[in-house]
C-alpha cells in the first residue's frame, strides 16, 4: 500500500435516480472508492441527481446552478471516479450533464498554461443489464480526456448482467470475483499514477 502522501477522490454518480433510492452504479462506485481507500486515498460520493446542474458547456450557468460547487470539489480531488448505469446503450443523461459542463476546462488555465485538469487522475465505473459496457466507457474516457484528465492502464471496472435480466448489480448476494479483481487494480493503478503527477507534474504549455 502507497502511503506516502495521502490522495483525495470524489466519486461522480450518474444514476437517474435521486439518494433517497438504491442505485447500483452508487454500489460500484463505493466499492471504487474503498479499493482506492487500500491505497491511502480518502474522499466522497455525489449523487448527481441531489444537485440542480443546468444545462450548458459554461463555469457557472447563473443562479441556482449547482455545478459551481461541484466543480471545485472536483478540481480539488486526485481522483475522480465517474460511476453510470447504461441507458439505451449509453451514459445516462445525468452522466452526460456532468461532462458537459467539464467541457468549460478547456478554456481554464494556470499562469502557465496549463488546464487546471492536467495531473488529475478519472476512472469509471459501469453498470447494466444489456451489454454495452466498453462502449460506454469508450464515451466517457475519450469525454474525459478531452478535458484533461490522465487515466491509468485498466481505468474501468463494470458489470453487465444477463440481456433483458432483471438482477440489478446491487440486488447480488456478493461482488462478483472479476469485478473485484478489476476493481482492485484500478484502483492501485490510478492511485500509483496520482502520486507520480502530483511529484512531478506535466511541463508548462
Known amino acids: 500500500m502507497e502511503t ?3 490522495l483525495s477522490a470524489v466519486v461522480l454518480v450518474g444514476s437517474l435516480k435521486p439518494s433517497s433510492q438504491p442505485s447500483s452504479s452508487e454500489v460500484l ?3 471504487v472508492l474503498e479499493a482506492l481507500g487500500h ?3 480518502t474522499g466522497d460520493v455525489v ?4 444537485h440542480d446542474i443546468r444545462p450548458g458547456v459554461e463555469v457557472d450557468m447563473g443562479a441556482g446552478d449547482a455545478w459551481p460547487a461541484l466543480r471545485a470539489r472536483v478540481l480539488a480531488a486526485d481522483i475522480l471516479v465517474v460511476a453510470t448505469p447504461i441507458w439505451m446503450g449509453q451514459p445516462s443523461s445525468v452522466t452526460k450533464r456532468a461532462l458537459e459542463r467539464l467541457d468549460a476546462e478547456l478554456s481554464e488555465t494556470d499562469d502557465e498554461g496549463r488546464m487546471l485538469t492536467w495531473g488529475k487522475v478519472a476512472l469509471v465505473a459501469v453498470v447494466g443489464n444489456e451489454d454495452g ?3 460506454v466507457s469508450a464515451e466517457v474516457f475519450q469525454a ?3 478535458v484533461g484528465f490522465t487515466l491509468p492502464a485498466g481505468a474501468v471496472t463494470y458489470w453487465v448482467g444477463e440481456a433483458m435480466g432483471s438482477v440489478d448489480y446491487k440486488d447480488l448476494e456478493g461482488i ?6 478489476t476493481t482492485a487494480t484500478a484502483a492501485s493503478n490510478a492511485a500509483h499514477l496520482a502520486r507520480l503527477l502530483k511529484a ?3 511541463p508548462p504549455v
Do not use: C, I, M, S
Open 4 to 6: 506516502a502522501e495521502n
Open 29 to 31: 462506485g463505493r466499492q
Open 39 to 41: 491505497h491511502g486515498v
Open 47 to 50: 449523487r448527481l441527481t441531489d
Open 133 to 135: 459496457a466498453h462502449h
Open 144 to 146: 474525459l480526456d478531452d
Open 176 to 181: 462478483p470475483e472479476k469485478v473485484a479483481t
Open 200 to 202: 512531478a507534474p506535466y
